[in-house]
């Protein structure tokens, strides 16, 4: 069974501070890995998706890298602002799961002014 | 652009109680599915469903029913609540029911509290 692991729980940086955000899972074959933003109270927004085929995706200040041998993924956010302030959650979609995405726990992530 | 709707935002049940959860997508999406989230477990998959007239059970399905009528809706029925139903609930829809980097689209939740 497919478990998927987010550390730390929580963090609390400065703003402008680069940082990154952590996900290991324990079956390697997946299908693509996904990084969601939740906000208190709202649903998920998806930020990046990356392909078992591909190494990294980027969005404006977001970098998602994955290594699927070691079964790791990160979140690199750049110059990070009080906006960036969230959970941050990866899932993963294995390759003979079906449609489900298995979730980590989540980053809970304080932007500080 | 409504997206995914769900109804409602906040319930309170008594235990023993049913009820039904409202999931409604304007985005013609053939996959709908949903989800609970609890506190340090991240979300697990309740129910699926691949287009109109099929369905399937998730990781977590015991005590929940599901149907697909039509394409547009997907609701959620707890058939006799359970304080360990108490969770919030997450309605999801992407275009295609296949593992593909189709984006996955998400309702804002809906907070059950079972007493």
């Not at chain 2, 506190?39 to 005590?63: F, K």
Request: glycine letters at 10%; proline letters at 5%; charged letters at 15%.
């Amino acid at each position: 069974k497919q478990e998927v692991t987010q550390i730390p729980a929580a963090l609390s940086v400065p703003e402008g501070e680069n940082l990154v955000l952590n996900c290991s899972f324990t079956d390697s074959a997946i299908y693509n890995l996904q990084w969601f933003r939740q906000d208190p109270g709202k649903g998920l927004t998806s930020l990046l998706l990356i392909q078992s085929s591909q190494r990294e995706q980027t969005s404006g200040r977001l970098n998602a890298s994955l290594d699927k041998s070691s079964g790791r993924s990160t979140l690199y956010i750049a110059a990070s602002q009080p906006g960036d302030s969230a959970t941050y959650l990866c899932a993963v979609r294995g390759n003979n799961a079906g449609n489900m995405l298995t979730f980590g726990g989540g980053t809970r992530l304080m932007v500080k002014p | 652009n409504a997206g995914v709707t769900q109804t409602p935002k906040f319930q309170v049940l008594k235990t023993g109680q049913s009820m039904t959860l409202q999931c409604a997508q304007d985005m013609n999406h053939e996959y709908m599915s949903w989800y609970r989230q609890d506190p340090g477990m991240g979300l697990r998959l309740i129910h699926y469903s691949v287009g109109a007239g099929i369905t399937d059970q998730g990781e977590v399905p015991n005590g929940y029913n599901v149907s697909r009528s039509t394409t547009e809706d997907f609701p959620l029925r707890l058939l006799s609540a359970a304080p360990s139903q108490t969770s919030v609930y997450f309605c999801a829809s992407s275009y295609s029911p296949l593992p593909s980097g189709n984006t996955i689209y998400f309702g804002e939740g809906s907070w059950l509290t079972v007493v």
